[in-house]
């Protein structure tokens, strides 16, 4: 009987430690990490942003919008084109969310699309969502944008072979992303 309590006792005595050193490795990385996603998603606003002339980033406002699962941050910026807007979209793939920044303009129009994070897709497979021979297709799409299994129309791309539920969530992330700039559109002249 004290041959279990012992090993009761020890068991419990480094399950406390390994707790405890896994809460100060939590502590001291959470800052860096918290800066590595902060400068990514800088990266990615930059990013669908680089195409659109006199960009202020003194101006950047991030927009006030509803709850929503999919959109995460709308910022506006001025440009000599009018406004443009980084949307931050997290829809659900195969594997999970994908983080995408996309540029809209003034005219909800696809400026830029940048895949922050597809980590959670199929290697080889879903995770090609997050090349820019995919993600430029979608450039120059505006609202109703649609993800096809084959023969794209005017508004539409055709979805990755093997990646079909991940194309069709970035597309619905693009989709939302235009909606939420159309929105803060709409609340900007009320």
Do not use: W
Not at 26 to 36: D, L
Request: charged share 25%.
């Amino acid at each position: 009987m004290r041959e279990y309590i012992r090993l009761g006792g020890t068991l419990c005595i480094i399950a406390a430690v390994a707790t405890l050193l896994l809460a100060v490795a939590e502590h001291v990385t959470s800052e860096r990490i918290a800066a590595i996603a902060l400068a990514a998603e800088i990266k990615a606003m930059q990013d669908v942003l680089l195409g659109v002339d006199g960009v202020d980033e003194d101006t950047a406002t991030v927009m006030p919008q509803e709850d929503d699962s999919i959109v995460s941050s709308i910022t506006r910026f001025e440009s000599n084109e009018g406004y443009v807007y980084a949307v931050n979209v997290n829809p659900v793939g195969y594997g999970g969310p994908i983080e995408i920044m996309v540029g809209v303009n003034s005219n909800l129009e696809v400026i830029g699309v940048s895949v922050i994070d597809s980590s959670g897709e199929t290697p080889g497979l879903g995770s090609r969502v997050a090349e820019a021979e995919y993600t430029d297709k979608f450039i120059g799409k505006k609202k109703g944008v649609a993800v096809v299994k084959r023969d794209a129309g005017e508004n539409q791309v055709v979805a990755l072979t093997g990646a079909t539920i991940s194309s069709k969530a970035v597309g619905k992330g693009i989709k939302k992303a235009i909606e939420a700039a159309e929105e803060a559109m709409t609340i900007e002249k009320n």
